[in-house]
């Protein structure tokens, strides 16, 4: 069995995500990329093309990690992984602050500074970015995406492959559906349904 992980991924996030996994100790191998990849990813070899995922776990890599942006791209390449046999491995910055309480899925993302505090569940491929705050009891849908310095008070409730952009706000007990797009500085004092777009100070409905 091969030690390394390998990162799917070659673009910028992929670059945080490699450097969380180093921070935590561990040693990426490889990147797989798209064809149009650069050739390495701040100082890992790139793989050009998904059909390396199948080669490299035929000769013993087994553990994984995701490093899509997008929520959809992420989840299926993710399924495309877990099919072939890899374990999806979690990339969590040592300067996170995680509450004990918290519940964690596998494939998650956790960048430097984010917070995430008492009972909150973050699922399976949730990415919490740079400096979000997830307070008490909030629940984080399969792959959603909470961007840099995004806040949610407590008890809220975020659909699977959600969106909230660069700074949002979001009071407590609010609920956004599934696949929901909140645009960056958005404050949000209303549920949003399922597929909604919504932008502005408060948040308005812009696409349903």
Known sequence: MR??????????????????????????AYCV??????????????????????????????????????????????????????????????HAVISP???LGAGIAVMAGAIINAEAEIDDLAIINTGATVDHDCKIGKAAHIAPQTSLAGNVTIGALSFLGVGCKVIPGIQIGEQATVGAGGVVISNICDGATVVGVPARTIKQ
């Open 3 to 28: 030690h390394g992980i390998v990162v799917v991924g070659a673009g910028g996030h992929a670059k945080v995500c490699v450097e969380l996994l180093q921070a935590m100790g561990e040693k990426v």
């Open 33 to 94: 990329g798209g064809v149009d990849s650069p050739d390495m990813c701040v100082g890992i070899p790139v793989l050009k093309g998904d059909a390396h995922l199948e080669s490299l776990r035929q000769v013993g890599y087994s553990r994984l990690f995701v490093a899509i942006g997008s929520n959809s791209l992420r989840a299926r390449l993710s399924a495309v992984a877990t099919d072939q046999g890899y374990q999806l491995m979690n990339a969590i910055s040592p």
């Open 101 to 103: 309480s918290a519940r």
